[in-house]
């Protein structure tokens, strides 16, 4: 029987071998730990968009949790700003409620603002901590024109008051009060009536 003798490489392919095995352990090595961490990381846009400079997240929400482990806070100057945002868009809302019932021929067009003022408010108690405070109603005119031009005065002014408190905040706060700044300026426009306008 002939005698089977094995296959034995070069000795410089046999150290080649070697070497590629060494690389391919140590590159093994490196990527695991980088695959995991990158397994337990979540893909969360709100994170890193910033709060009021503190680095936090979408709604001035701190990163790290709190010495207990607790949940993240919103910071205090955010929570104020937007609460008094809050309160000014309630009584927008509660003026275009008021303004309709006294004349009813402008509801249809109120309704895109009051809508819009809907919108606003459920957008600024996503923010933890944010609440209304009661405020006195706005005084609602005598005619409806005079009552039209009221309510766009009172966009343009509450437009004004959340361009400056936006200006005091960064990260999605700041885009936030920016927003309803835009969509108010916008209305006043929208809502001054044609006389005002010629005389403007």
Not at 45 to 53: D, H, I, L, V
Not at 66 to 91: C, I, K, N, R, Y
Request: with cysteine; proline share 6%.
């Amino acid at each position: 029987m002939p005698e089977r003798r094995l296959l034995q490489l070069p000795p410089s392919r046999r150290t080649l071998s070697r070497r590629a095995l060494t690389r391919a352990a140590v590159v093994t090595v490196a990527l695991v730990p980088s695959a995991a961490a990158l397994a337990g990381c979540k893909d969360d846009p709100s994170a890193g968009t910033g709060g009021s400079g503190n680095g936090g997240g979408a709604n001035g929400t701190t990163t790290s949790p709190g010495p207990t482990g607790e949940t993240p806070t919103v910071d205090p100057a955010v929570v104020a700003a937007l609460s008094t945002a809050a309160t000014q868009v309630t009584q927008l809302s509660q003026l275009y409620a008021n303004v309709s019932r006294k004349f009813p021929a402008l509801r249809a067009q109120l309704a895109a603002g009051a809508k819009y003022h809907v919108s606003h408010l459920a957008k600024l108690k996503e923010t933890a901590g944010v609440t209304t405070k009661a405020a006195a109603p706005l005084a609602v005119a005598t005619t409806s024109q005079a009552a039209l031009a009221a309510i766009a005065k009172q966009e343009k002014a509450t437009a004004a008051i959340h361009a400056t408190a936006a200006a005091k905040l960064s990260g999605a706060p700041a885009r936030l009060l920016a927003e309803l700044a835009a969509a108010e300026t916008q209305l006043g426009i929208t809502l001054t009536p044609a006389s005002k306008k010629a005389n403007a």
